[in-house]
């Protein structure tokens, strides 16, 4: 199967200004913040990893602008979807970005949005995922809370109880 076309998108947003904001959505372009890297360096850091000087530097300097950045585009209506630099923070624990950007002003059924069907259309796979329709792959994931009453849990591994894709189940932790 060829790869589909993908829609333009924009990742990180970090520097992210009005006129680059205005261009987004004049070309509807999609925004794919990484809100979570940046604590991720530094937790990093805490926990005693090498991490150089300047990527300190850098990430102390940028964390607040990143976030202000962010929250001004999905004010003005930028779509989003999820993103991580999934390299830069402990793997299975990406799902913490809902939480951030709930904490920038992204309710929580948007934030679930943007890592679901916004994520499907970015890549231009919307026809086969990010929504659950007859036809499309069966990509779920079951969790014990409810996520809109706490998206900061699905961070938690332990959290997330069931994994299904494309119809066959690869995690099972029911019971």
Not at 4 to 9: A, E, H, L
Request: proline share 7%.
């Amino acid at each position: 199967m060829p790869t589909p076309p993908c829609p333009p998108f924009s990742g990180h947003g970090i520097y992210l200004d009005e006129e680059g904001i205005e261009l987004m959505l004049e070309h509807e372009t999609f925004l794919v913040p990484t809100l979570v890297a940046p604590r991720a360096v530094l937790a990093a850091h805490e926990r005693g990893l090498p991490v150089p000087e300047w990527a300190l530097e850098k990430t102390r300097r940028v964390i607040d602008v990143d976030q202000e950045n962010v929250a001004r585009a999905h004010r003005a209506g930028a779509r989003c979807a999820l993103g991580t630099d999934s390299g830069v923070s402990l793997h299975g624990q990406n799902l913490a970005e809902l939480a951030l950007l709930q904490e920038i002003g992204v309710s929580p059924m948007d934030a679930i949005v943007a890592g679901t069907r916004r994520g499907a259309e970015v890549m231009g796979l919307e026809g086969d995922l990010g929504t659950i329709k007859e036809g499309k792959l069966a990509d779920l994931v079951l969790t014990d809370v409810d996520p809109r009453a706490s998206l900061a849990s699905l961070s938690d591994p332990t959290r997330i109880r069931v994994v299904i894709q494309d119809g066959r189940v690869v995690k099972n932790l029911r019971g």
